[in-house]
């Protein structure tokens, strides 16, 4: 069995006319987690939806827990937090969570586990149309939580989100990778990026940088990873 959860090789991606990535490669190694970083609309969500298997791509291959992106039997293994929240407003958090449990055959048991994981424990009896925007993106994380899946993509999930709680959910993640998942996490917060075993950083559809966050800054010779990603920037225009 390979050790990367996910393998890209030459993805090239063109939306609206438009190449929006272009021939990127990189690999995620099981039980890690990825950050995947860079300004507005640099491709960061596209490459996550080759990742998942939703976008069409023009070229290259997407490999995920050995399997070609979009291969059925990843459904389950895989959990996508996108950015726009997809529940319904008029149930409560349990009900939103019960529904999806039995969608994606996750365990009833599930339900409170991650509503706890994603601190909503206090919240649960709420309905998800009168939870605050911080509330909803965590009640949106917790149906990516459900099952269990070995790989998380989750596009910008601390949005929102005040530095205790941002704080948390890296304290989750961690978890979640030591446990043995890997995750994916996209974000443009520079002080998340230290939090990551690794870093992708793009820009314009290319990947700029495939690093960990210590050796991006010796390389780049900065004192922090904004101001690696403005050196590593700089050197590529
Ligand atoms: N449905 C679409 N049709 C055409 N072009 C699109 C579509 N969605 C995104 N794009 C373009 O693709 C490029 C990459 O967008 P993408 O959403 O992947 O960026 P992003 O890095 O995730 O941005 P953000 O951080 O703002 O979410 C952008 O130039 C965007 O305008």
Redesign the pocket.
Known sequence: MTNSALRVAGLRVR??G?P?VRDVSFEVPRGTVAGLL?P????????MRAVVGVQIVEGGTVTVLGLPAGSPPLRRRIGYAT?NPAIYADLTVREALRYFAAVLRAPASDVDRVIAEVGLADHAGKLVGSLSGGQHSRANLAVALLGTPELLVLD?PTVGLDPVLRDELWALFRRLAEGGATLLV?S?VMDEAARCDRLLL?REGVLLADDAPLALRERTGTPDLEQAFLHLVKAAS
């Open positions: 939306r609206g438009r929006v860079g507005s609309g640099c491709g960061k969500t596209t490459l950015q910008e996209s443009h793009m």
